[in-house]
């Protein structure tokens, strides 16, 4: 039952916006809908009959894909009017490009594809250190004997690493009201890479997100994603799921750590800091007061023991990573932000019909920002429910 009178009030699809965690959402949802020709244009319309942003990204064999800047209650729905009419929004452009800029930051890339310079507008802040880059950071030699798929040895990681500079292409993809998008492709080897750097507008403003496209045909190898941060701390903060951990840089028994969804830089002064988000890597390590990285694929070189896990990780591998910048301590907004990442807003078509429930509804929310909701289930005794919380703040 998904909403009361929708025959009458919703004039075009209605696409119905799922949230699964435990607070409110504002974030920017991608939906695809089947349309027998491609639109002239998409106007959107919340709940409430107010027009939202929205962005055509492509259409192609009678699929449309596009974003919506949508807000929907804590593990519950809301229902959004799409209309195939209005102005144009489709917005791939494919211009050869080094830079990329919305409201909040601006991204410059050397001829190399990894990032020189990331700026904060609104904090005044450049995030790369002097003289470094943003980058995929590739280690050619990754040696594991015990225990290949579990271990990474500190000798490897105390390499140089060297960027991926092969075939160098960037390009422009998207430039639209929501979402601009930057395709870097590159190669080492037989190995593809592709990579877009997206950043919005609206409530996903401050989250640039980095959507990788790996094929990887490396053995013996290693890679990383390097963050050289222009900010220092000899503690990083790392996300364990139900709280958090601050650890200090790589010793020779704890250069290799796990965290969860993020991990946090924020420099000594508490002013500033940043965050990484990942939606399936959890190994980290810390070679310098300013710098985290995030392991990406592992492909090590055995010899007797567990023979067939040098093939780790050989093909197409998809993943994305997030950076999110911050002013002060407070990393609520972080771990929101990191929930979102893994668990988007989920959309799907429904048919127009009359409904109990009305256009949007709350099955369950906390009343404080500082508790997160992990699950909701009926107890299996009784008529009771179950539901597991989590303090957010440390406090």
Known sequence: AVARKMDTRVKGIPVVLYNALGFQV???AEVELALPKKPKGI???DMNGRKVAAQLLSYADGKARLLIEAIVPATGYAVYDVRTSGPSADTRVSVDSNALENSIYKITLDTKGDIVSLFDKKNGKELVKPGKSIRLALFTQNKSYMWPAWEILK????REPV?????VKMTLGEDGELRKSLCIEKRY??????QYIRLYEGSRADRIDFYNEVDWQLSNALLKAEFPLNMANTEATYD????????????ETAYEVYAQYWADLTDRSGNYGVSVLNDSKYG??????NTIRLTLIHTPSTEKRYPHQRDLDLGVNHFTYSIVGHKGTDRSGVVAASEQLNLPLVAYVAPKHAGSLGRTF?????STPQIGVRALKKAEDGDGYIVRCYELTGK
């Open 26 to 28: 504002s974030d920017v």
């Open 43 to 45: 106007t959107v319309y």
């Open 155 to 158: 000798e490897t990681i105390d």
């Open 163 to 167: 960027s991926i500079t092969e075939d």
């Open 189 to 194: 080897g037989e190995s593809l890479f592709k």
């Open 240 to 251: 364990l799921g139900l709280g958090s951990v601050r650890r200090g840089n790589n010793t």
């Open 284 to 289: 980290w390590d810390k070679p310098a007061d």
């Open 362 to 366: 709350s099955m369950l929310e906390s």
